[in-house]
C-alpha cells in the first residue's frame, strides 16, 4: 500500500522556519521524483519544489527561491522542506507528491504564517 504521509506544518510568526517531512511507503522511493505542492484557499495547487530521485536536480517556484530548500533521503524514504524567512503569503497545506509515470499524494500538512 503506498503511503505519503507529511508532518511538520503549524502555526509560524512572518520572518520564522518550518520543516517539513514526507515519509513515502510503499513503492522503491529511489525511482520517483519527489514535489512539493501547496494550495492556498481559493487558490489553484502550485508547484513549490520538486527534487530529483537521487537529489542531483532541484528546482524552486520564483516566489521561493531563495527562501525554501528541498532534500532528500532515499535511505529514510524521505523528503524534506525546509522553509525559513516565512511570510504571510506561504499559508497554504502543502502536499507531498512522488512522479513517475503515475502520481502519488499524501493528505496535506497545514502551515499558517501570521502573527
Known amino acids: 500500500q503506498v503511503r505519503l504521509v507529511e508532518s511538520g506544518g503549524g502555526l509560524v510568526q512572518p520572518g520564522g522556519s518550518l520543516r517539513l517531512s514526507c515519509a513515502a511507503s510503499?513503492?522503491?522511493?529511489?525511482?520517483?521524483?519527489m514535489r512539493w505542492y501547496r494550495q492556498a484557499p481559493g487558490k489553484e495547487r502550485e508547484l513549490v519544489a520538486s527534487?530529483?530521485?537521487?537529489?542531483?536536480?532541484?528546482r524552486y517556484a520564483d516566489s521561493v527561491k531563495g527562501r525554501f530548500t528541498i532534500s532528500r533521503d532515499n535511505a529514510k524514504n524521505t523528503v524534506y522542506l525546509q522553509m525559513n524567512s516565512l511570510k504571510p503569503e506561504d499559508t497554504a497545506v502543502y502536499y507531498c507528491?512522488?512522479?513517475?509515470?503515475?502520481?502519488?499524494w499524501g493528505q496535506g500538512t497545514q502551515v499558517t504564517v501570521s502573527s
Open positions: 507528491n512522488a512522479h513517475r509515470w503515475e502520481d502519488y
Open positions: 510503499g513503492f522503491t522511493f529511489s525511482n520517483y521524483a
Open positions: 527534487i530529483s530521485n537521487f537529489g542531483s536536480t532541484t
